[in-house]
């Protein structure tokens, strides 16, 4: 049997020996099954046999194999010249992209990132927000209202309440995450993403709120000075409101973001006194300063899952 198995070749002809000695009705299996008529002796060279034969049949296994592969590397070489084949890696989506980016430069000026849920509650959306009900600023917003009367958030402005009730005064913080409105077009979608900071202090000014935001998109933009255009407008939960537009290629103006001084209704239901801290907020949503950034024209294409789309843009 020794001999035998070391003059096979194939390990289909091993295989076919290890079954005719091994398998269900092997040699080496019957006589194993009947080892109970044996003696002491019998029984201890046979176990010493069956031993030394599956040891036999895997040392020549391991014979073949390496024969075989040493004759595959004879015959099969790689030419390195060659050029590699392409291949295509994966990369993170323009909005991540952003996000990581927008996220790393508030973190540099000292905002700590913040996240809230999705499902608000009427005080953290709106009342505490200085927007009661029956408000007439509830109407500027077309919210999706659930059953049991919270709403699916339709501003991260809520997740500042939540840090202010949480950690009180002062805190430097944004907030990040998805909203929700019932609007649909080229540069609006019902589900979209907004970044949101506060800074409330004692002394901070407006011309703190205008340094931040200037600064911020510089370093977004990779511009050497950006030319903004301050405008007044309103929002419940601040006060003095403004509208903060940028210069874009040539005499263009484009709104970037809404700002202003934290009301001071919003700071009192927060259990801030607004005799000795104020603080301003602003707000953006990251899709449009993607948009900007990418020179994309359709703010819906973020969310097709078109990889040719991605690929075409560059991504």
Same mark, same amino acid.
């Given at each position: 049997m020794k001999e035998q198995i070391n003059?096979?070749?194939?390990?289909?002809?091993?295989?076919?020996?290890?079954?005719?000695?091994?398998?269900?009705?092997g040699t080496m299996t019957a006589r194993l099954r009947d080892m109970k008529n044996l003696d002491n002796d019998a029984r201890a060279a046979l176990n010493k046999e069956n031993a030394e034969l599956r040891e036999l049949f895997k040392t020549r296994q391991a014979d073949i194999e390496y024969a075989v592969m040493m004759a595959?590397?004879?015959?099969?070489?790689?030419? !390195? /010249?060659? &050029?590699?084949?392409?291949e295509h890696v994966g990369r993170l989506h323009p909005l991540t992209q952003a996000l990581?980016?927008?996220?790393?430069?508030?973190?540099?000026?000292?905002?700590?990132?913040?996240?809230g849920p999705e499902i608000e509650d009427d005080w953290h959306n709106f009342t505490a927000l200085n927007t009661p009900a029956h408000h007439p600023a509830r109407d500027m917003q077309d919210t999706f209202f659930l059953p049991n009367g919270n709403v699916m958030r339709t501003q991260t402005s809520a997740i500042q309440i939540r840090a202010m009730e949480k950690c009180g005064v002062p805190i430097k913080m944004f907030g990040i995450g998805a909203t929700y409105r019932k609007e649909m077009d080229?540069?609006?979608?019902?589900?979209?993403?907004?970044?949101?900071?506060?800074?409330?202090?004692?002394? !901070? /000014?407006? &011309?703190?709120?205008?340094?931040?935001?200037?600064?911020?998109?510089?370093?977004?933009?990779?511009?050497?000075?950006?030319?903004?255009?301050?405008?007044?407008?309103?929002f419940p939960f601040t006060e003095p409101s403004i509208e903060i537009d940028m210069k874009w290629h040539g005499d263009k103006w484009l709104e970037i973001m809404g700002a202003g001084m934290v009301h001071p209704d919003v700071l009192r239901n927060c259990g801030v006194d607004p005799d000795v801290y104020q603080g301003f907020a602003f707000g953006f949503g990251w899709d449009r300063l993607a948009m900007l950034k990418y020179n994309l024209s359709d703010i819906r294409k973020f969310y097709d899952g078109d990889i040719r789309w991605l690929q075409a843009n560059g991504f």
């Amino acid at each position: 049997m020794k001999e035998q198995i070391n003059q096979i070749q194939t390990l289909e002809e091993l295989q076919a020996l290890h079954t005719a000695t091994f398998g269900k009705n092997g040699t080496m299996t019957a006589r194993l099954r009947d080892m109970k008529n044996l003696d002491n002796d019998a029984r201890a060279a046979l176990n010493k046999e069956n031993a030394e034969l599956r040891e036999l049949f895997k040392t020549r296994q391991a014979d073949i194999e390496y024969a075989v592969m040493m004759a595959k590397l004879q015959t099969q070489k790689l030419d !390195v /010249t060659l &050029s590699p084949e392409p291949e295509h890696v994966g990369r993170l989506h323009p909005l991540t992209q952003a996000l990581a980016e927008i996220s790393g430069i508030l973190e540099s000026f000292g905002y700590n990132l913040w996240t809230g849920p999705e499902i608000e509650d009427d005080w953290h959306n709106f009342t505490a927000l200085n927007t009661p009900a029956h408000h007439p600023a509830r109407d500027m917003q077309d919210t999706f209202f659930l059953p049991n009367g919270n709403v699916m958030r339709t501003q991260t402005s809520a997740i500042q309440i939540r840090a202010m009730e949480k950690c009180g005064v002062p805190i430097k913080m944004f907030g990040i995450g998805a909203t929700y409105r019932k609007e649909m077009d080229a540069t609006h979608s019902p589900m979209f993403h907004q970044i949101e900071g506060l800074y409330v202090d004692k002394n !901070v /000014t407006m &011309s703190d709120l205008i340094g931040d935001v200037r600064a911020f998109l510089q370093r977004f933009f990779e511009m050497d000075n950006v030319e903004l255009r301050i405008r007044p407008s309103y929002f419940p939960f601040t006060e003095p409101s403004i509208e903060i537009d940028m210069k874009w290629h040539g005499d263009k103006w484009l709104e970037i973001m809404g700002a202003g001084m934290v009301h001071p209704d919003v700071l009192r239901n927060c259990g801030v006194d607004p005799d000795v801290y104020q603080g301003f907020a602003f707000g953006f949503g990251w899709d449009r300063l993607a948009m900007l950034k990418y020179n994309l024209s359709d703010i819906r294409k973020f969310y097709d899952g078109d990889i040719r789309w991605l690929q075409a843009n560059g991504f």
